[in-house]
């Protein structure tokens, strides 16, 4: 079992930047494919990013969106620049027991309860 819990979240105008961090229990955590989603009000939950070795990107965030891991902290990361009211969204840390890129979310078992994040224009 993995529990994760994302932190970061908040309320920045846009051009601004935000970093999330997304901390996972267990004692494998360099093992997991480890990825980042979001819903906006009224929308389905979309993918972000994921990670193995090196992270992959939805296009509407490529070029903005940095994500990255610390395996000796059990700790993914999700830097956003450039923001944008469009990015406005609860972002959402999924885990999967495969390592490897995914980007539907029935690919992923493990979720975290998600962190707030406004863009104001």
């Known amino acids: 079992q993995v529990q994760l819990v994302e932190s970061g979240g908040g309320l920045v105008q846009a051009g601004g930047s935000l970093r999330l961090s997304c901390a996972a229990s267990?004692?494998?955590?360099?093992?997991?494919?480890m990825g980042w989603f979001r819903q906006a009000p009224g929308k389905e939950r979309e993918f972000v990013a994921a990670?193995?070795?090196?992270?992959y990107y939805a296009d509407s965030v490529k070029g903005r969106f940095t994500i990255s891991r610390d395996n000796a902290k059990n700790t993914v990361y999700l830097q956003m620049n450039s923001l944008k009211p469009e990015d406005t969204a609860v972002y959402y840390c999924?885990?999967?027991?495969?390592?490897?890129?995914?980007?539907?979310?029935?690919?992923?078992?493990?979720w975290g309860q998600g962190t707030q994040v406004t863009v104001s224009s």
């Open positions: 990670i193995t070795w090196s992270g």
């Open positions: 999924a885990a999967r027991g495969k390592f490897g890129v995914a980007t539907s979310l029935e690919e992923y078992a493990y």
């Open positions: 267990g004692r494998t955590f360099g093992n997991y494919g």
